[in-house]
């Protein structure tokens, strides 16, 4: 029997680095080592920790490659938990290029949309 052993997946930078909660961006993470761009399993995962102490993810399919790194779709925050739709907050991102063992880990901001309800005074008197 022979084995193979391969580094880690390493990324070292990611962008963007904060979204709405909507999602639906692309985002690229930087890699320094990313073991086979042709595997078709290579994700993306996006996962938090409730205040319970219960880890939750969403997995995403890693888009295209280039030689500075990986792309995926960032998914909506209700898709890794409920809570976090409205108030938005940080998970931990990381790749894979087998969808099992999963790189080093950077931090993802999930911010909230601010809605503008009331603007006062309309208008200011200018001398």
């Not at 894979?96 to 006062?120: A, H, M």
């Amino acid at each position: 029997m022979r084995f193979f052993y391969s580094p880690r997946d390493t990324i070292y930078h990611m962008y963007p680095y904060r979204q709405y909660v909507t999602g639906d961006a692309l985002i690229k993470a930087y890699t320094s080592y990313f073991f086979d761009k042709s595997y078709r399993n290579a994700v993306c995962k996006f996962e938090m920790t409730t205040k319970s102490g219960i880890k939750k993810n969403a997995i995403v399919e890693i888009l295209k490659y280039d030689d500075e790194g990986v792309y995926c779709n960032l998914p909506p925050a209700y898709v890794i938990g409920p809570e976090f739709a409205v108030e938005g907050g940080d998970v931990n991102f990381s790749v894979s290029s087998n969808g099992e063992d999963f790189s080093n880990i950077l931090l993802f901001r999930y911010f909230k949309i601010v809605k503008i309800e009331k603007v006062f005074p309309v208008y200011v008197l200018m001398d």
